[in-house]
């Protein structure tokens, strides 16, 4: 039997903020041109519980392009709004094993069994957000995103700018779907309003707070607002298990046993169900994409509070 860490959390985030805070590896992403320049030293946690207790260490303020981590908010949109079937249906929920951006990946399944946490499914996701126009798909996603966070967010337009320049590879992904008749919306606005998506500038506590949410059945644990259903929280969470960091996600669930959502902009969140939410934000990525820092200060917090639920103290 493990013995149970009962140290206040307060001190568990802020022994690992010390310990990871100087950890070196990993590098921006660049290939948008604008992330490569945001400061690499930025490295915040921050963790809300589902009663609304919150602790942080680190660079609270800094904010970062929330990136992947968007299509976490996104997919819970859509279950909410049509079920968790239609996500079955109309993209997949199996992990593809490949690059997020890969369009092998779609070629191999002839469309199919994408998942919604990686490009071509989160476009997909993208374009089955209820809305007749650009307008008011863009303005569901933002009022969804601002009830997860319990406040209003913003996009960095000099991201969305930059990534809009230079995302031919994602159009790419909207066309080939389009034509194998799984993109339920005009390819190029979908991919346009999935890169603005991206682009939504968050800190560590609304990232956390987004997190918490989660943890929370759907309920926000700052605003108490209920955002979508448990049911809807169950299926999100579950794709999250199956591929929150891309290609290494069983190697993330394998040392963590928690759902987990990264993005190239630096964040991860973890969530652990009932009880909290985490967030990480450390710009510096290794080879698959994922935030180093992020990584393993939530590793190492999970580990401390016991927080992995296939281990039985
Ligand atoms: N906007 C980014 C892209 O589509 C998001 C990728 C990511 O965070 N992995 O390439």
Do not use: H
């Amino acid at each position: 039997v493990m013995e149970v860490d009962t140290r206040p959390y307060q001190e568990v985030i802020d022994e690992v903020y010390e310990k990871i805070k100087d950890m070196p590896g990993g590098k921006n992403a660049d290939y948008i041109p604008e992330l490569a320049l945001v400061d690499s030293t930025i490295f915040g946690i921050a963790l809300i519980t589902v009663d609304g207790d919150i602790y942080t260490a680190g660079d609270l303020d800094d904010r970062v392009s929330i990136q992947s981590i968007s299509k976490v908010f996104t997919l819970a949109q859509v279950i909410e709004e049509q079920g968790a079937r239609s996500i079955m249906d109309k993209i997949g929920v199996d992990a593809t094993g490949l690059k997020f951006n890969s369009i092998i990946a779609i070629e191999l399944k002839q469309g199919k069994e994408i998942n919604p946490l990686v490009n071509p499914g989160a476009i997909a996701a993208t374009s089955l957000i209820a809305g007749n126009n650009y307008e008011e798909k863009w303005k569901n996603i933002t009022t969804t995103y601002n009830k997860f966070a319990g406040t209003e967010l913003f996009v960095n337009e000099p991201v969305y700018k930059s990534e809009a320049a230079t995302n031919q590879r994602n159009q790419a992904i909207a066309y080939l779907l389009d034509a194998y008749g799984r993109m339920y919306y005009d390819p190029a606005e979908a991919t346009d309003i999935y890169t603005k998506q991206c682009a939504i500038n968050v800190n560590t506590k609304e990232l956390a707070a987004m997190a918490s949410t989660l943890a929370n059945g759907g309920i926000n644990p700052l605003t108490k607002e209920k955002v979508v259903s448990p049911e809807t929280v169950a299926f999100t969470l579950s794709v999250m298990a199956t591929a929150g960091l891309y290609d290494n996600s069983g190697q993330w669930l394998y040392a963590t046993g928690l759902p987990g959502k990264s993005g190239v902009g630096g964040g991860i969140i973890a969530v652990d169900p009932g009880k909290y939410g985490i967030a990480v934000i450390g710009p510096k990525l290794d080879e698959a994409g994922n935030s180093v820092k992020a990584q393993y200060a939530i590793y190492e917090i999970v580990k401390a509070l016991d927080g992995n639920p296939y281990e039985i103290t």
